[in-house]
């Protein structure tokens, strides 16, 4: 036993062998050790085996109980082979509420399409009951999209193509075609539309994603995710959204990951200066642990504050602002001073999600009641974008490597890795390790496109950003009186006799032209960057 140890240590740990080939030799071993029906635990390059019952092995990651300081060794994450169907408890996708918009980006006026966990919905405001409701997309006569439809006069939703109208309880109320003296064919159950639960919370919008009756009353039972900092008023709490061409489990894992901020972002977020600087961006060791992982998510420590997952959508954490800055201030101002990352990760389909974030911080409030939300979410696009592409591609070789599990195609040796790794233990312990499409997808990703499509802003952002898209048609409107401007100036010069205006009404309003049409070609360059596309190098920042 001992010479089996000590060959299988050395086959997967050591330096002189690739990724890869580690990767080759552990599935050599697995038979090994299903054979013999043992577990094992890979922790500082050694094997220790245990007796244990059970007959497939699954791969997960646990993580060191103690938080890497910069001056000790860092110790990577332990490894460990459970066996399937040791744990009881199964994560339902489909018992849970999941947000689907935030309600100032949502127009009273018309119907939106959305879709979370591959279901397409239809979001519209009914006026006669004055609340929000989510309907299946898709009219029962010949399955056209509501969504595309409007609202009437009277507060229906009404499909477009043939005009079939519908309450907010999902009952037909009008079918155009059907004679006024025949049978009432509009109060068949067929000609209803199904309607999902959905409620208002935290001034998001969520949803119940099963229609079965016996969810009705879901509301009553069971209460979206409840985050008190986004009911404090002490908070301000500005919020946005996006959707993304990777999936929820990249999309979550990369929030959860601040290593990656001083690189990818570099240049974008402040990042405070370790003791020991190693590099030009100053990465250094983190101290990050998790800890109660059950089936409701998990809760997490690390250096600067306290992180939370709550399954299977929300992560929030605190950070103490002046104990991450290093203030020397007092510690009543100290415990005065937070500020809340609040972040909303939806499975939309595969290889797309949609991102809801809020920063609520109880400093500073009232620069974010004068700044529109625009301004903000310039800046926030831009972080958003410098990692978008590497996300996409990651996603995609993680698929191409067909690994069966994620952390055979990863290799995450430290601490830093702790959230991630904690977040892919709570997948594969409770979720199945993947979503739970209900075999609407067969699960490959959809194709790359190109990177300006990629990387797009306006079909991702602006059009479901009611302040962007304010902002934009503002812009446009500005670029085109600009542009007016400069053509109408030229014109009277041109058309002016020339002893009918002076020399210096005329310099003036041939300098008014240029730059009227030099300020017009800057706004159209930064209408394009800030509110389509914005491509980020990570080569020359």
Known sequence: MDVLRASSSTLVHSPYISTTTRRNKTQFLKPIFHHLKLKLTVFDSSFTLFERNGSKLRLFMTLPSSPASTTESIEPPMLELEADGCEKERFDWYSHWYPVMPICDLDKRVPHAKKVLGLDLVVWWDRNENEWKVFDDTCPHRLAPLSDGRIDQWGRLQCVYHGWCFNGNGDCKLIPQAPLDGPPVHTFKEACVTVYPSTVQHDILWVWPNADPQYRDIIMKKKPPYVPVLDDPSFSRLMGNREFPFGYEVLIENLMDPAHLPYAHYGLILNSNPKVKVDREGGSPLGMKVEK?????????????????????????????????????????????????????????????????????????????????????????????????????????????????????????????????????????????????????????????????????????????????????????????????????????????????????????????????????????????????????????
């Open 293 to 541: 992982l059950d089936i409701n998510g998990f809760n997490g420590k690390q250096d600067w504050g306290c992180s939370y997952f709550i399954a299977p959508c929300i992560y929030h954490a605190f950070i103490d602002v002046d104990q991450q800055n290093g203030s020397a201030i007092s510690e009543t101002e100290k415990s005065n001073r937070r500020f809340c990352l609040v972040f909303m990760c939806v499975p939309v389909s595969p290889g797309k999600s949609r991102f809801i974030w809020s920063f609520p911080k109880n400093f500073g409030v009232w620069i974010d009641k004068i700044v529109p939300r625009w301004m903000f979410h310039i800046g926030q696009n831009l972080i958003l974008d410098s990692d978008l592409y590497l996300l996409h591609v990651q996603e995609h070789k993680i698929m191409e490597l067909e690994a069966t599990n994620w952390q055979e195609a990863c290799f995450v040796p430290t601490k830093s890795d702790a959230f991630v790794v904690g977040f892919r233990r709570w997948l594969n312990k409770y979720g199945r390790g993947v979503v739970d499409w209900k075999g609407k997808f067969t699960g490959a990703l959809p194709p790359s496109p190109p990177r300006e499509q990629l990387m797009d802003r306006y079909w991702t952002h602006v059009v479901s950003c009611n302040s962007c898209n304010t902002a934009h048609k503002g812009l446009k409107t500005l670029e085109v009186m600009l542009q007016t401007m400069s053509v109408i100036s030229i014109g009277i010069v041109a058309v002016t006799k020339q002893n009918m205006i002076s020399m210096v009404a005329k310099s003036t309003m041939v300098s008014m032209a240029i730059i009227c049409f030099t300020a017009s070609k800057w706004l159209a360059q930064f209408i394009y960057k800030n509110f389509h596309y914005h491509d980020y190098n990570h080569a020359f920042v």
